[in-house]
């Protein structure tokens, strides 16, 4: 892919099934960017990220790596704490990102997340000079994760050949993994008020302690929690409910109020510098392992998941 320095955002999807297949395509793409000057970051799982490294020899040390699978752990941080951050940090300049931010091991909980980030790269990016290529596996991934990265990716990468999607609507995705979110039916639950919101972080941080949080994992939480119910009072109509399970390893609380959410970019955009305010929901993205979010006419929900 050749990038005119003046041309805008661009966002493809390649489809790849070897490591030889990725090795061919990711390290020219590499440096084809460096060549052009541009500041170039690699955010792939670690077995890939080592394919790439490998590939480039000494090219490598012009290059930032992320593994993914750490700092994408969480697929709504990957906008503002990879992509947006190495971008901003490079305001100047056109930037280069290799992003693959879905592997064989996402769990279904975790799916819908990834593919609603993947569409949102679109807005988040628009109007930006910037070049973002994300890898699927098209041997390991279901059938209907390398359907979804169609819709996504304005632009498509298989076989050598690269085309136009025909089926992009990224806008579509986000609306479709807007799903309804149920609790567990064991979940306690609290409801509170504006006076309520001291009692409502006691009331988690207790029963997630006693469900096997501890340490910094258990600060996060409180942390967590004191932002969305803090939320639901000063924007979800004044009170809200919370509630807390156990669920696969992992804690689950969600908050649910009566406030709509319409930016699609909440807690994904950074905020502009010397913005007040405006940060909670973005800092949850932050310490927690997963957030899932459903929004209607008639409230939202927000739940995140913290590992034991």
């Not at 940090?89 to 992003?99: E, K, L, M, S």
Request: glycine share 10%; proline share 6%; with cysteine.
């Amino acid at each position: 892919m050749t990038a005119a320095a003046d041309e805008k955002f661009l966002h493809s999807a390649l489809f790849y099934r070897t490591g030889q297949d990725y090795t061919d395509h990711m390290v020219p793409f590499v440096r084809e960017g460096l060549a052009l000057g541009e500041p170039v970051a690699v955010a792939v799982p670690g077995p890939n990220l080592e394919l790439v490294r490998a590939g480039l020899g000494t090219d490598a040390e012009d290059v930032l790596f992320l593994d993914m699978t750490d700092v994408g752990r969480n697929p709504g941080r990957i906008i503002p704490g990879v992509l947006r951050a190495f971008a901003d940090a490079h305001p100047q300049a056109r930037v280069r990102i290799v992003g693959e931010p879905v592997w064989a091991g996402r769990s279904p909980v975790e799916y819908p997340a990834c593919a609603q980030h993947e569409a949102l790269i679109n807005a988040s990016f628009e109007g930006r000079a910037a070049t973002v290529l994300c890898p699927y596996d098209a041997s390991g991934l279901d059938a209907d994760v390398l359907a979804d990265a169609r819709i996504t990716h304005p632009t498509l990468i298989a076989d050598g050949r690269e085309r136009a999607s025909e089926a992009y609507d990224w806008r579509s995705v986000v609306d479709r993994y807007n799903e309804v979110l149920v609790p567990a039916p064991d979940a306690a639950s609290f409801s509170f008020g504006s006076a309520e919101l001291p009692e409502a972080r006691h009331f988690a941080v207790g029963l997630a302690a006693r469900l096997g949080l501890g340490g910094q994992r258990l600060q996060d939480t409180e942390l967590a929690v004191a932002e969305l119910t803090t939320n639901s009072v000063v924007h979800g109509g004044g009170q809200g409910t919370l509630r807390i399970w156990a669920e696969a390893g992992q804690v689950v609380c969600e908050v649910s109020d009566g406030g709509r959410l319409i930016d699609p970019l909440a807690g994904r955009r950074p905020p502009a510098r010397g913005q007040i305010g405006g940060r909670g929901l973005m800092l949850v993205h932050y310490v927690a392992d997963l957030v899932r979010l459903h929004t209607a006419p008639d409230g939202t929900t927000v739940r995140f998941y913290v590992g034991l």
